[in-house]
Every structure is written in structure tokens, then in C-alpha cells.
């Protein structure tokens, strides 16, 4: 399926059920009269900028440069050379093991996340070209569920890590997920955190070259699998990248938590990241690493 | 008479026979029939015990799996093997005392024995974090357990945490990263690895050293995503409906077994493992010397690609038959 026909009319994800973001002080709520239709309110910088513009600006903001929401479809759009994506596995539905149920049924709540993103799951698989050079390449959306990691996700990354390994393809995998594993399908999401990291063992051993991009939010069991299990980690800038979310931490040790805590910024000042890559550029860099890489 | 060892609200039943029992014994004992009451009284409790434990719905397992009296890893330690030598130290930051590493003899095996401890007085529970182990605990894990298959010793790994520590130091030491990093190298460490859930299994804290050849679970453990608290607080916005949440989640030992994420269950004595730590110590240890002799069958690499296959596995979704 190419890129172009999944559906892209999508709004910034509902943050309200996040663990991570929805305690954020919302500094910049949106006011009453600005037609949310044409206007955007950047959430770093608070200014009001025209939707259109964000948009043809790969959804930087243009005032502060900051890296807004981004759908899978678009990650794909300008990650790969155009037109090249074709998606592996997109028959993987979810199933409701635990017919779990909270305030709604997980069932029901599936198929209204699939309704508002047009997405059957978190997480697009396939592969395509990066200027030229063919990749393996997986992007989890974290509007989904808060791109949170269940059954569907795990397996149609095991699949493609499996079959990176088997056609020698550099692996390329963009995270954006506040949630981690999904709680709705309970043990089984967080066992998909082995299940993905052994499939990342056997492509280490079969001398595969794992780039991982994180962007934000990348937190919980998705930081703590594959994300965290690159050859190399990029991140975008200001990304929310950790294990405990700032509200549980928050809870645990009654402290105010540093400026900055958690950010890009923060993990490469800490060790935990190769490069801070701008959105614009990251398709360059990515390209550039899998050539000194001799993949 | 208060007895602390019937403190959970649905032991109720339970408390009142057995003060009754104590009512009885310091009774004068000389009829017959004073005797045949108190056996009758001594029978009832075991009846009910045995009742009350067949029917814990989630929440209630959940509150056995945090009993303070349950057996910890420590108790463990002295109760099977013949002989623990703890290894302390990262080699990097610290020695964390939340997860605790060592040589060990059981029976005829040398193993490495890698286990979480929650503490059992104030001091020690505080130096604990109450079991929730920092990155220098996972990573010196991962050291001990890469030693132990360089020289072809068993790891067995005894799970017993609410979850890995939520802290700004955790944080700045790569907390994620490390369990990460730990779940790849079990994946594929050349010697055999049984792991089991002594009490709380809780999220990845849990699964940093939870991939192995066996996953048992103790029956009145829990192995979840997220604990009940922490899940009803994200969806029904409030702690109070940790009850919901545990039943929603299905982290029982039962549910677990049906949903193909573990492979064993071990059972717990009458009235749970907090009642009996020697029985539960030796169906424990009869577990792992069995499981031990089979697994030491195996050729290692057979072992790693069994271990792979059975993590592979593991998940439920729908395949629509691919449209052409």
C-alpha cells in the first residue's frame, strides 16, 4: 500500500488519557475564539501560527522550531524516497484477550482509535528507500492508544526485524509513545518487550545495523525494548524520553522534578543518545549513518 | 485476642475459628467432648482456609502477593540452597540492594541465583527501595548472569518486585536502557534459565530478569503490565479502583497459564505461602531441581532457540488473509 492512501486527516492526538502528558501544566489551553479549523498553538512556545504553514513545515513549528505531533503516515512520507513504502504485514488486527474493560470496553475503544486515525494499530512496517538505499523501517504513532505496544505491535515488529535479518537490510524504527505497553492487553504487551528484544538479538548477530529514533513521547516498555536498543539512538529535539513518567516519579519522591528533565537534551547530556537530529534533516543523517555503517 | 497472622480483610472467617481454637485450647481439656470440639474447630479452620484460598478473586491475590509474612527471596536463599555466596557490585555505579546476585548450590547444581528483596525491617526495606531495584541492580544482573553462562552455571532468577524505581536518578542511569539491554542478553546467554515470580511481578522491573527457558509463577503471585494502582489511576483516574484495574488486567496465576505467557504454575500451601514457609520453600526447590535436570539436557544452542521460539510466540491478534 503506498503512503498516499492512508488516510492523513488526522488531529493532533487526544492526550487526555496520557499518564505523561495530561498532568503537564497545560501552560497555553486553548482559548475560545481562535478557530481551531486554521489556527495552531504551539505547545513550546504558545504562539498561535497558521495550520498550513506547520503543516509544509513537516510540523515544526515555525516561530520556536519546536517537533509536534506527527502522524506514522507522514513520518513515512518524509522518511522515505517517495513512493517507495510498501507496508509488510497490515492484515494484523487486534484482538481483545483480556476483554478488558475500564470506563469503555478496549474493544470498542480499538475500533474508535482506528476510526480517528485510520490506522488499524500503533505501529506501520514495511520498507522503502532512503535516498536510494533500501531499509526495513517501522514507526509507531503515538495517537493510537497513546502509541502504546500490544500484541499487534509487538509482532509486526518482531516480523519486521525477522525479515531485516533475512534480507540484510538496514532496520530503521521511529518511536512515539507515551504509553509503552498497552495495558488493555495486559501480560501480553509487556511480554512483547522480550519478544521484540530477542528478535533485535538475532538481527545484532547477524551484523544488522539498527538506527532508532526516538521522538515525542517514547516512555515505559517501548523505552525499555527496542527503543532504548539501537546501534546508534537519535532523537528529536525536546522529545519526552524516559522509563517512570515525570508524574509517578513525582508521586515517589515528592521533589520537583530539574528543568528539562527527561528531554533529548537530558539523555544526551546523560549519555543515552548518539545525536539530536532535527526532523528536516533526519533522513540525510539517517542515510549518511547506513553508508559509514557499509550497509 | 489480636492475631497478626490473619490480617486481610477476607480472612475474617478465618481469624474468628482460629481464636476460637485459642479460646479452646486454654480451656480446661479433660472431657472427651471439650477434645472432640476442638478438633472439630481445628478441622473447620482448615476447611475454610482451604475455601476462602480457592476463591481469592484478583484483588485479594494481589494482597497475598504483598503479604508482609510471604517468603522473600532471602528466606528462599535459606530454605533450598545448600549454600549462597552473594557477588555484590555493577562495576559501575553500585552495589543495588533491591536485586541481589550470588553463587548457589541446590542439590547436585551450582547456579547463579539472581532475586529481588523488598527488605524485612524498616532499615532494610528503606535500603531496598521496597524491591524496586535501580539500573546498577539490572546491570550488575546482567554481569553476574553473562559470568555464569561463560562458566556453564544454570541462573535461576527469583522475581519479586512492584516495579523498577521511579526516581531522577534511576532516570539519569539509564533505567530503561537497562532493561532493555538486559531482556536482549537473557534472550541469548548459552546456559539454561528458569525464572520464577515469588510474589509481585510487577511490569518491566519485573521483566528485566524475566526471560528464561521456564516462567513459573507461585499461585497467589502476580504478573502484570502495570499494578493495579497504576493502572486505575491512568484509566478510571483515581487509585481507588485498583480493584477494577486487578480484575481487569487478569494477573492471576490462572489467567497467566491461559493466556500462554508463562509456562507453570507452582502451588502454594493451604492459606498461601505466608503460612508455611518450609512447604512452599520445598515445592519450590522440587520445581527447580526437576526443571534444572531437563533443561541441563540440552545443548545450549537448542536451549537458546527453544527460549526465542517460546517468546516469539507470545501475543494474541487477528490475520485477516492477505489481500493480493
Given at each position: ?7 492523513e486527516n488526522r488531529d493532533q492526538p487526544d492526550n487526555s488519557d496520557d499518564p505523561l502528558l495530561g498532568d503537564e501544566p497545560k501552560k497555553h489551553r486553548a482559548k475560545r475564539g481562535v478557530p481551531s479549523g486554521l489556527w495552531l498553538r504551539c505547545d513550546d512556545c504558545g504562539e498561535t501560527v497558521f495550520r498550513k504553514t506547520v503543516a509544509e513545515n513537516m510540523s515544526v513549528c515555525p516561530v520556536c522550531g519546536y517537533h509536534m505531533y506527527l502522524s506514522?503516515?507522514d ?37 474508535s482509535e482506528?476510526k480517528r486515525t485510520g ?22 504513532d503515538s495517537a493510537f492508544i497513546m502509541g ?28 512515539g509513545?507515551g504509553g ?35 521522538t515525542n513521547p ?18 528529536e529535539p525536546k522529545a519526552l524520553?524516559?522509563?517512570?513518567g515525570p508524574r ?15 528531554r ?15 526532523r ?16 | ?233 491512568i484509566?478510571?483516574k ?87
Amino acid at each position: 500500500m503506498a503512503t498516499g492512501e492512508l488516510k492523513e486527516n488526522r488531529d493532533q492526538p487526544d492526550n487526555s488519557d496520557d499518564p505523561l502528558l495530561g498532568d503537564e501544566p497545560k501552560k497555553h489551553r486553548a482559548k475560545r475564539g481562535v478557530p481551531s479549523g486554521l489556527w495552531l498553538r504551539c505547545d513550546d512556545c504558545g504562539e498561535t501560527v497558521f495550520r498550513k504553514t506547520v503543516a509544509e513545515n513537516m510540523s515544526v513549528c515555525p516561530v520556536c522550531g519546536y517537533h509536534m505531533y506527527l502522524s506514522a503516515a507522514d513520518r513515512i512520507r518524509y522518511l522515505l524516497d517517495e513512493g517507495t513504502f510498501e507496508e509488510w504485514d497490515g492484515n494484523l488486527m487486534p484482538a481483545d484477550p483480556l476483554e478488558f474493560f475500564d470506563k469503555k470496553a478496549y474493544a470498542e475503544r480499538v475500533v474508535s482509535e482506528q476510526k480517528r486515525t485510520g490506522l488499524r494499530d500503533a505501529a506501520l512496517t514495511g520498507t522503502g528507500m532512503i535516498r536510494a538505499r533500501r531499509v526495513a523501517v517501522g514507526v509507531t504513532d503515538s495517537a493510537f492508544i497513546m502509541g502504546s505496544m500490544g500484541s499487534v505491535v509487538g509482532e509486526r515488529l518482531a516480523r519486521l526485524i525477522e525479515r531485516a535479518t533475512e534480507q540484510d537490510l538496514p532496520l530503521v524504527i521511529v518511536s512515539g509513545s507515551g504509553g509503552g505497553a498497552r495495558m488493555h492487553e495486559g501480560i501480553l504487551s509487556l511480554m512483547q518487550m522480550a519478544k521484540v528484544s530477542a528478535a533485535l538479538a538475532r538481527y545484532d548477530e547477524a551484523g544488522g545495523l539498527f538506527i532508532s529514533v526516538l521522538t515525542n513521547p517514547t516512555m515505559g516498555g517501548v523505552a525499555a525494548s527496542f527503543a532504548s536498543l539501537g546501534d546508534l539512538v537519535f532523537a528529536e529535539p525536546k522529545a519526552l524520553i524516559g522509563f517512570a513518567g515525570p508524574r509517578t516519579i513525582k508521586a515517589t519522591i515528592r521533589l520537583e522534578l530539574p528543568e528539562g528533565f527527561q528531554r533529548s537534551e537530558f539523555l544526551l547530556a546523560h549519555g543515552y543518545i548518539d545525536r539530536i537530529v532535527k526532523r528536516a534533516d533526519m533522513k540525510s543523517e539517517i542515510a549518511r549513518t547506513i553508508d559509514y555503517c557499509g550497509k | 485476642m489480636a492475631n497478626t497472622s490473619y490480617q486481610l480483610d477476607f480472612e475474617a472467617p478465618l481469624r474468628d475459628l482460629q481464636e476460637r481454637i485459642y479460646q479452646l485450647e486454654t480451656d480446661d481439656q479433660d472431657s472427651a467432648s471439650a477434645r472432640d470440639e476442638l478438633r472439630a474447630a481445628r478441622k473447620a479452620l482448615l476447611d475454610k482456609t482451604r475455601d476462602v484460598y480457592s476463591h481469592l478473586d484478583e484483588w485479594q491475590t494481589v494482597r497475598v502477593a504483598r503479604h508482609p509474612d510471604r517468603p522473600m527471596f532471602t528466606d528462599y536463599v535459606d530454605l533450598i540452597c545448600d549454600e549462597f555466596v552473594e557477588l555484590h557490585g555493577d562495576k559501575f555505579f553500585g552495589d543495588d540492594r533491591a536485586l541481589r546476585t550470588g553463587f548457589a548450590k541446590i542439590d547436585e547444581f551450582k547456579v547463579m541465583m539472581v532475586g529481588h528483596h523488598k527488605g524485612k525491617t524498616l532499615k532494610e526495606r528503606n535500603e531496598c527501595y521496597f524491591g524496586c531495584a535501580h539500573p546498577e541492580g539490572y546491570r550488575k544482573a546482567m554481569l553476574k548472569m553473562k559470568k555464569a553462562a561463560k562458566y556453564g552455571l544454570p541462573i535461576i532468577c527469583m522475581i519479586d518486585t512492584p516495579g523498577a524505581y521511579p526516581g531522577i536518578g534511576a532516570e539519569e542511569r539509564g533505567q530503561a536502557q537497562v532493561i532493555a539491554e538486559s531482556m536482549l542478553e537473557m534472550s541469548r546467554l548459552e546456559t539454561p534459565i528458569i525464572c520464577v515470580v515469588i510474589g509481585e511481578g510487577g511490569s518491566g522491573g519485573a521483566l528485566g530478569i524475566g526471560v528464561g527457558d521456564r516462567v513459573a509463577v507461585l499461585e497467589f503471585s502476580y504478573y502484570s503490565v502495570i499494578s493495579p494502582e497504576g493502572c486505575a489511576g491512568i484509566l478510571w483516574k483515581s487509585h481507588d479502583y485498583a480493584e477494577n484495574a486487578a480484575k481487569a488486567l487478569k494477573l492471576t496465576s490462572r489467567h497467566l497459564e491461559r493466556l500462554g505467557a508463562i509456562d507453570d504454575v507452582i502451588e502454594e500451601p493451604t492459606g498461601g505461602a505466608h503460612r508455611d514457609h518450609y512447604q512452599m520453600a520445598a515445592r519450590l526447590k522440587m520445581y527447580l531441581v526437576k526443571t534444572l535436570r531437563e533443561l541441563t539436557e540440552l545443548p545450549p544452542d537448542e536451549l537458546v532457540a527453544q527460549r526465542y521460539e517460546k517468546f516469539r510466540k507470545i501475543g494474541m491478534y487477528l490475520e485477516e488473509a492477505a489481500s493480493v
